[in-house]
């Protein structure tokens, strides 16, 4: 897979959710949780996914590696939150996504949630992994047994 088809995919998973998830929810509102609540679920989700996504990023740069797919890694990164999961990028999206979700206290941004992981699953996460697995080899398949893909 080249690098326009993840960024696509990418762009194409995150903001159709997103407007799938506003779509129903203007349609057929469903709330999520008294609005006190929902606003500080959210914020904590929100937080969350944004420090992960710092720690990641942060991660990545200090070893080689990189986000961005237009310039793939240097190097195989298994510290920071890489040591958690396969997948700490794609999981602060999720909990920025969720707390979006939160924040405005819409049930069907979370009922979308688990297609989303498959969509992340079938498009990007495993045409990713086959390539770490070609370019990184017996180093990547044994950092796949010491770490789950999502946590």
Do not use: H
């Not at 006190?36 to 942060?58: E, T």
């Not at 498009?123 to 950092?143: N, S």
């Amino acid at each position: 897979m080249n690098a326009a088809s993840i960024l696509l995919y990418r762009v194409l998973i995150w903001g159709g959710a997103l407007v799938a998830g506003t779509t129903l929810q203007r349609v057929w509102p469903l709330g999520l949780l008294p609005p006190p609540g929902a606003l500080a679920l959210g914020m904590a989700l929100g937080a969350a996914g944004s420090l992960l996504l710092a720690w990641a990023v942060v991660t990545m740069a200090r070893q080689g590696g990189s986000p961005n797919p237009y310039q793939p890694s240097r190097a195989l990164v298994t510290s920071g939150p890489f040591r958690i999961s396969r997948n700490p990028i794609y999981l602060s999206f999720l909990l920025l996504y969720l707390g979006f979700a939160a924040v405005v206290n819409g049930a069907w941004f979370f009922i979308l949630t688990p297609g989303i992981l498959l969509a992340l699953q079938k498009l990007i996460v495993g045409q990713e992994e086959e390539d770490l697995g070609q370019r990184f080899g017996e180093e990547y398949r044994a950092y796949c047994r010491r770490v789950r893909r999502w946590m």
